[in-house]
């Protein structure tokens, strides 16, 4: 694989706030987003939704990849992300911090190599790594039975 990577996308305004966003080259349906009331009309996720879906995804995805990589069979991870907008010095919104919590459907004696690959499978996810260099973002994950497994922050 290539050491570097580039893909393309292109953003139409449809109409206010709304725009479709096309995934240039690929068979990937658009996606329609438009910014939050009273600015727009909530008729799709606004650009910060998708910034912690992105990290709440590739969180997830890489936990599966780790998971399997161990030859883990899991069932379906729930995650839930949490954003915090806060005002910059300038007094724009910027987001400030996401936190991210993971479920596992097992609990954790049922996994091979928990912990190695719990120590590792962060740092396979491109956007929170990148993300992390202007957001801080923490990350939890539990098992089926609640127990904390794993607990990582940006500070």
Request: with cysteine.
């Amino acid at each position: 694989m290539s050491e570097t990577q580039e893909f393309t996308l292109t953003l139409t305004q449809e109409s206010d706030y709304v725009f479709r966003i096309e995934f240039d080259d690929t068979a990937i349906p658009a996606l329609h987003t438009d910014e939050s009331a009273p600015l727009g009309n909530d008729t799709g996720p606004n650009p910060s939704r998708m910034l912690v879906a992105a990290v709440a995804n590739c969180l997830s995805a890489s936990l599966l990849f780790s998971l399997r990589k161990y030859k883990n069979n899991p069932g379906s991870i729930v995650t839930r992300a949490k954003a915090r907008l806060e005002r910059n010095e300038h007094k724009r919104l910027r987001v400030a911090h996401v936190d991210v919590a993971i479920e596992l459907p097992e609990a954790a004696a049922d996994y091979a190599q928990i912990e190695r690959l719990l120590q590792q499978f962060e740092d396979f996810c491109v956007v929170t790594e990148s993300v992390r260099q202007g957001v801080a973002v923490d990350v939890s994950v539990r098992d089926a039975t609640g127990t904390l497994l794993h607990a990582s922050g940006a500070a």
